[in-house]
């Protein structure tokens, strides 16, 4: 019995344990990401782009906060990809570590989860990984560098369109759209959608279909793809699914005149393991690494430097949310969160590495700037063929099927 | 049992004033254990003291999550969709044990894990539940300390009802089950109707947590709600803490919840979470089929016969 | 008419890889009664190693089924002379005991592959993988063929082990009449083993046909599991010759809804789900029990 109450006396002990503590003079940063599990991939991406845009602060000697230089300390978690232990880690990372201001996470069902916790404490929260409308407009405390997946589909739609005008794809048009099912597939539909019922004379979707995350064998769903001979084909799919989705395409020996995967396509991996099959596939992005503006260029080679990675979308949105928050955090001049919440607010990044090259918060909080499209080229090429202006290569239109 | 019931006080007297001594976080931390609690424990009237393994609870904290919020979304104050909540969760729990209980053994776990799965791929694809991309809570309806002790005394009210369902005649009926279905039959036992008493008791036991964790979290997902992980833990806190005893799944449940918080929040450790839960679990069936309990009672046993071989593990608890 | 053509080459194609994967369960629940749940994890594992082997050796996928294959037997009796044969043995009822212990087992390969390979998605590139040949009238991957044409060699091979050798015929003495098979001299332990050993290799025969056809990550199998179950299930457990039939069972139906219905396709999991549970509930011995007479008969000479 006397072990007994020992033991459950420990326990208690355990639990009740407090946090010791805190040194004033740094600015604490939470971080919650998922670093394994099914977002592991760019989660981890978006751990590097964010541990390196802090570590590039804190090697310059801190950011000016009212006068003085604080090092900034950066408590990361990882989520494993699970919505309930995301938001609870924030939570913790509120009452246990104390932080100023929390960074959230990547992937849409794991940010909605965490963005309902900054309101019940008044804690600036910005990330960087999810573009569904619906979690901002919310709350006054959440703000997000990823402009909405409905645009994202809407710039397809307006780059199809202007193949169209140049005559390299002829009017009307059908589309197979295929979209994953979770919020980012479901907002790509929505805009593909709407654009269509605006311009219905040119476009029709003669079919549409969902998907789950991770499907085994994509035969039956493109089966359904081929019968409905459309002209393009419009996906939205994970880089898993994208990999496996195409590999079974191109083994079915199916020939749309157009196709994309919505954000997917260019990433090196997937253009690895297609090989040939990823060729003349177009994708959206939040980022590329072609834009032709100097802050670009420089980014590209500090990041390759630092960490051996050429950055692609997900790192340059790592990187470009840590600092919006940290040109706020100086802006406020303190550590108060209402302070830095309006600086926030305010913000107008001027010298941004991302698409138009300001960065700024609509009245929701999210980011709306504009989306770069790519296309891959035979031998491994990668060309920026939308915004017009910043072309680093024509687009193919039809794809050139042999 | 007198240590059991030490046990409980402790848990009571944790759940109860921590309020009044902790801070937010611990009190976020100790809403987790007795939520864990909740779950371990009612799956255990099923899954230990019937022996019925299911696979696939997660569908239950689902099916309740789900109802608070559609119904809170509707208008209702969310206090009053919890029975609701339970409500639904037990008419599930008949739907599904009324086919899958005519199986035995793994089959019947087999069986779960596919309706487990099948329930999470309907739920992302309907447009009621608001698909994959989940439902939120009206935002109004959030007030901590509520919930956390609604959550804590549902937790001490199943731990209650475990242990008053044990010394009963239902209780004895599900062990005998569990023992040998054919000779419990013969003795003139239902068996198919105590199972599905038995999961329904539980079902509504783990809506209406899932009920409370909606309102806590305030967003529930497919991902989040009717997760396999989710099932998994729910099977693996009882099993490590001692299945088919009272104070197993508690302990297993404080563990976890314990694990889960610190384990994330350490780099090097993060990564092996599936290997402490996979070998845990493997430890467990290997060595001790009683978990911690099992254990605790050996190491007892050993003490007081010291000397003289221990002959089998012991049992109950 | 073309059209039904091709989706009943579609399910017979399928049903192979499907046959070969549900073998591998059925062989170990044949013989130990045992449910293996890490077999998803093995397949897994398989193909990360037909990964290793192709990106350090450049080996191809299908070679190296002739390494991975004995590897993954050896590995199988490692694991039934370390792991299982510690658990009580338990006459003809399956053990919830060795249900989790692999269930334990298959979490603990997960992260393994985590942790040697990384949570990344990888993919086998070959110069085959994305040419396809047409036939009536649609494309088929090379891959899948090739897939198909393994199943059946592996099949058959494993059909005329266990008719010819005296190991098979004590493997499926005990399948069919586990009493009468021990008391009449069979050694058990040693029959678990290579039953154990050879479940395992099926496994890893699946995993790297796999590989050659969908991107995985350590999470990868989950989903082939449950469609596994429900092919021996569909079967009926202890049948083998009932597994071929409800791998092309499950094949036709996934194919047929895909072709002829507006079910959203991402159902067909729970489809197939649903089905496995209706199938354990209105006929626990499986679809073949109809015919059991008739295929006793078949696999009695």
Known sequence: MRLLREFSRAVLALLLLHQAAFAQDVVRLGAVLPVTGKESKIGSAYKQATELAVKEVNDAGGVLVGGKKLKIELSLLDDTSDAAKSAQLVEQLITQTKVHAIIGGYGSQLVQAQSVVPERYGIPYISGGAG????????????????????????????????????????????????????????????????????????????????????????????????????????DAHLEDFISMQRTYAQMGLRNQMITYGARGADEKGRKTLGAAADYIFASGWWSDLLPYPQVKAFNARYKAATGVAPEWYHALGYETVRALLVALQKAGSLEPEKIRSALAELRLTDSILPGGVLTFTKTGQADLPFVVTQNKPGGKVDLVWPKESKTGEPVAPIPWQ | MKGARAWMAVLAATLLLAPLLAERGTLNDLWNVAFAVVLASAWNLLGGFAGQISLGYSAFVGIGAYTTVLLADAGWNPWLTLPVAAALAVLFSVVVGLPTFRLRGPYFSIATIGVGEAVRVIASGMEFTGGSSGLRMPSADFHFLSNYYGMAVLALLTVGVMAYVRGQAFGLALSAIRQDIDAAEALGIPSTRYKLLAHALSAALVGTAGGLFAMNFQYISPGSVFDFRLSLSIVLMPIVGGIGTLVGPVLGAVLFSYLQIKLLASPTLRDSYLFIYGGLLMLVMLFEPHGMVGLWERLVQLGRRAGRPVAGAPRGG | MERLASVLLSSVLSAGLYATMAYGLAVIYGVMRIINLAHAGLMMLAAYVTLALNTRFGLDPFLSLLVVAPLFFCFGVLLDLTLIRRLPQGGNAPSMQSLLLLFGLWLVLQNLAYVVWGGDTQAILTPYTMSSVPLLGERYGVPLLLVFGVSVLSLLGLNFMLRRSFLGRAIRAVTQNRDAALLSGVNAARISAVAFGLGTAFAAIAGTMLSTLYAFTPDFGRSFLLKAFCIIVLGGLESFTGVAIGALVLALIENLMAAYTSIPTSFQDAISFSLLVLVLVVAPTGLPALFRSFSRRAVAR
């Open chain 1, 132 to 235: 569904a409308t619906s979690i901002y407009g919310r709350s006054k405390w959440v703000f997000g560098t990823l402009s909405p997946v409905e645009h994202l589909a809407t710039t397809q739609m307006d780059f199809l369109q202007d193949l169209v005008s140049t005559g390299k794809l002829k009017a009307p048009l059908s589309i197979a759209l295929i979209t994953e099912q979770t919020e980012h597939g479901n907002d790509y539909a929505k805009g593909v959608k709407a654009y269509v019922a605006a311009h219905a004379a040119g476009w029709t979707i003669p079919v549409e279909q969902k998907f789950e995350l991770y499907t085994a064998d994509y035969r039956p769903l493109l089966g359904r793809v081929q019968a409905a001979k459309a002209d393009l084909f419009m996906a």
